[in-house]
């Protein structure tokens, strides 16, 4: 069975760090290419980044660029998103998602709650 399970989130300050963990399970990690993707209330959900399986290839949503990393660990089978600078926008439940890169979801089935992220002060 596949399984992507986030954690790491929680109530943060603007300008503060945070840093998102998505374990994986029951596929080839190490092949997938993996994306990070949120959905504030009220709103669409928003791609916010992706990495190809061996980390060349590296994409950024506009609205995170220069602030976000999106890093993985094959070893390990977890996919990261360090989080700086927070904003009151970033503010949204966050998603990981396997064989997606730059905002498409073939399999979203397989995606965990989610982790909620909070920026407020």
């Known amino acids: 069975q596949v399984q992507l399970v986030e954690s790491g989130g929680g109530l943060a300050q603007p300008g503060g760090p945070l840093r998102l963990s998505c374990l994986a399970s029951?596929?080839?990690?190490?092949?997938?290419?993996m994306s990070w993707a949120r959905q504030a209330p009220g709103k669409e959900l928003e791609w916010v980044a992706g990495i190809n399986a061996n980390s060349a290839d590296i994409y950024y949503a506009d609205s995170v660029k220069g602030r976000f990393t999106i890093s993985r660990d094959n070893f390990k089978n977890t996919l990261y998103l360090q989080m700086n600078n927070l904003k009151t926008e970033d503010t949204a439940v966050y998603y990981c998602a396997k064989d997606s890169l730059i905002g498409d979801y073939p399999d979203t089935a397989s995606w965990g709650q989610g982790t909620q992220v909070t920026v407020s002060s």
């Open positions: 029951g596929f080839t990690f190490n092949r997938s290419p």
